[in-house]
């Protein structure tokens, strides 16, 4: 009884807006209370409609009531709160504003648990029971809580929209159904949901895959951005140690050119001074003899001067001979010269070079890369398998069902729906995604063949466009009818120029929208692109055309 009493407590002085005990709390005129500025909140959202609501009954007031606090509720709420009333708890179950409220309920409505399609209603846990324990109820369509169960109700008939028009696409009644809508294409609203849900269940397995490829591209691009920093770490480091190295070498080649002018310079200035050395010596020498050949020559005495001269020693042989020379101070000018050779020959070397290295690095593009050779190409090499469910009768299969032969009389297939009834034709086992490469053994002499990809929803059954590899908006081929071959893409032929290849290489890049044929030999030929927009996953397919050709899908790996 306490339980129940401090219940009611809550739900009596709790503002109906905040949840909590009512603060500064003021009447509507219609007798709700709540707290003051909770109130006045929600009225200032209604401004500029010009009238205002209370938001448990929903009574409309013009103008702008004015709110007097209520004194005795305020009262009473502090005396509560002196007994430890408190706030209701964080998981009650009232309706607000936003919420949807149980049309059942009276005074302070709790949320919906449900909504009911058939009563239009909407229902809290408690009022839902009825529909959950009661037989005929249990049959009730029920929803999450909506305010929208109106839109559910013919405007012209005022009855449930239980059937959907598929020639006005729009939901009707059972009576619209006989009158306006009588020879149309009607079906129940469950039947049509079911459809669009299997509709929308395929275009999810196409998001889903598509996200599934791009994580994958994502991956692939993490990995290539990894690799890109890690080869240019790699470049840069390699580069500063060769740059190192020859600014070593360079260093090392000056010292010694330095060393070696030096060393030449000290050769060659000793010997200068050896040289003038001797010359002085020389020189002091003929001056002393010359001084005394005077001293001879200036004696008066004519005796003294004949008795001396014979006794004069002969000239030594002169150290500076007529044939010396001093050369030209040119020597280390050839050095510099030959030094400066050397420099101009290096600038030139590294200019060029300097050039080449820089095309290399701008050449440098690693983002979603068209494949050049076959080895790029095989890394996204696909293994093919034919279906045999896919295969008219006149096909047989086999080469671990990579193989197809055009036989001259039907095989015993059993029926199958995706089995191809007239044409000639066999499509993969493997849905194809992502970036993919397959080749096709080609052989010369063939009459006419053709190799392509389709989406799996292509027409099996008849003698029409709508089934044929390229001749509709569901598939693309590559075609060779003996004389020449083309690109066949929602039935327009494009003529490819060209010797007959004895391998077609096929190339599929599904988020691009790229499909491309080559021709494989030594090189990759490219043969033709198609670029478009890919919303399902491809089956690789083939296409045979008289008895005794065959086609078969290489095993690349």
């Known amino acids: 009884m306490a339980q129940q009493e401090n219940q009611l407590g809550r739900e009596t002085f709790c503002c109906p807006i905040c949840l909590d005990l009512l603060k500064d709390p003021v009447t509507t005129v219609c007798g709700h209370s709540y707290c003051k500025s909770c ?25 702008r009531p004015v709110l007097e606090k209520n004194t005795m509720l305020a009262a009473l709420v502090e005396e509560l709160k002196k007994t430890g009333l408190q706030a209701a708890p964080a998981d009650h179950c009232y309706a607000g504003p936003e919420d949807v409220a149980c049309d059942v309920c009276t005074g302070r409505k709790l949320k919906a648990l449900k909504s009911c399609l058939v009563c239009l209603t909407s229902y809290c846990e408690k009022h839902l029971q009825h529909h959950l324990q009661s037989p005929p109820l249990k049959k009730h369509k029920l929803v999450e809580p909506s305010e929208k169960l109106q839109e559910n109700i013919c405007s012209c008939h005022d009855e449930v929209m239980e059937m959907f028009c598929r020639t006005d696409q729009q939901c009707i009644c059972s009576l619209c159904s006989v009158e306006k809508h009588k020879d149309h294409d009607t079906v129940t609203a469950a039947a049509e949901r079911t459809e669009r849900q299997r509709e929308l269940g395929l275009r999810r397995q196409t998001i889903q895959q598509r996200v599934q490829d791009t994580e994958k591209d994502v991956k692939l691009l993490q990995q290539e951005e990894e690799a890109v920093n890690g080869s240019a770490d790699k470049a840069v480091e390699d580069s500063e140690e060769i740059f190192t190295e020859l600014i070593r070498l360079m260093e090392k080649r000056s010292s010694d050119v330095k060393q070696q002018i030096r060393s ?9 001074r050896e040289l003038q050395e001797r010359l002085e010596q020389e020189i002091t020498e003929l001056k002393r003899k010359d001084h005394e050949l005077k001293q001879l020559s200036d004696t008066e005495d ?88 896919t295969a008219r009768r006149g096909l047989i299969s086999f080469k671990g069902n990579r193989k197809v032969t055009c036989m001259r009389e039907d095989q015993s297939y059993s029926d199958h729906p995706d089995r191809f009834t007239y044409w000639r034709q066999v499509l993969s086992r493997e849905s194809l995604t992502g970036r993919c490469y ?17 989406y799996k929803n292509i027409s099996r059954a008849g003698n029409v466009n709508e089934c044929v590899f ?70 690789a397919g083939v296409r045979v055309y008289y008895v005794g050709d065959p086609a078969e899908f290489c095993k690349l790996k």
């Not at 909140?41 to 007031?61: A, I, L, M, N, V």
């Not at 050369?327 to 200019?351: H, M, W, Y």
């Not at 397959?438 to 063939?446: C, D, P, R, T, Y």
């Open 438 to 454: 397959w080749e096709v053994e080609m052989k010369v002499g063939w009459r006419e063949v053709g190799v392509g990809v389709t």
């Open 264 to 272: 030449q310079q000290e050769t060659e200035v000793r010997r200068v």
């Open 302 to 389: 004519h005796n003294q001067l004949l008795h001396n001269y014979p006794s004069l020693a002969p000239l030594s042989e002169s150290t500076h001979s007529s044939s010396f020379r001093i050369r030209p101070l040119r020597n280390f000018e050839d050095v510099t010269a030959a030094v400066s050779q050397v420099g101009g020959r290096l600038q030139d070397i590294l200019s060029e070079t300097r050039t080449k290295i820089l095309q290399t690095v701008s050449q440098v593009d690693v983002l979603l890369r068209q494949p050049e050779t076959r080895a790029d190409f095989l890394k996204y090499s696909q293994e093919i398998t034919l279906d045999p469910n």
């Open 39 to 63: 109130i006045n909140t929600h009225w200032d959202k209604e401004e500029e409609r010009g009238s205002y609501s209370c938001p448990q009954c929903r009574q409309t007031f013009t103008p």
């Open 470 to 539: 390229g001749y509709n908006d569901k598939s693309c081929s590559f075609h060779w009818n003996g004389n020449s071959y083309y690109i066949c893409y929602n039935n327009i032929k494009t003529l490819v120029s060209g010797p007959w290849p004895s391998r077609v290489g096929v190339y599929l890049d599904h988020r691009a929208g790229v499909l491309s044929f080559y021709s494989v030999s030594d090189t990759m030929t490219l043969l033709r692109r198609v670029q478009t927009t890919f919303t399902q996953p491809l089956y």
